[in-house]
Nanobody, 124 residues
């Protein structure tokens, strides 16, 4: 059974950094597009970043451009989200998602596989 497991969330002060990891079991990363989504209380789930399988092209929401970086390590079957200069508005549950496609998208609907989420709280 395909499974995604996120880790790396926690409490951090404004301006701090965290690196989220998404460990993928039972399949090869090469054929899957991955994305990170987040959902704050009372808000809809929004796309943060994604990485395509075909050429590893990456995309970012305007709110995180220049601060977040998505990457993947095929050998470790892990996708990362490096988050720098965190702001209180980044507080949310972050989810990793995967789909068998070449180009990633920043909307939740096409993704078939989801992790359980990891909480990120940015507060002083």
């Amino acid at each position: 059974q395909l499974r995604l497991v996120e880790s790396g969330g926690g409490l951090v002060q404004p301006g701090g950094s965290l690196r989220l990891s998404c460990s993928a079991s039972d399949f090869t990363l090469d054929y899957y597009a991955f994305a990170w989504f987040r959902q704050a209380p009372g808000k809809e789930r929004e796309g943060v970043s994604c990485i395509s399988s075909s050429d590893a092209s990456t995309y970012y929401a305007d709110s995180v451009k220049g601060r977040f970086t998505i990457s993947r390590d095929t050998a470790k079957k892990t996708v990362y989200l490096q988050m720098n200069n965190l702001k209180p508005e980044d507080t949310a549950v972050y989810y990793c998602a995967a789909d068998l496609r070449s180009m990633c998208v920043m909307t939740p609907r096409p993704y078939d596989y989801w992790g359980q989420g990891t909480q990120v709280t940015v507060s002083s």
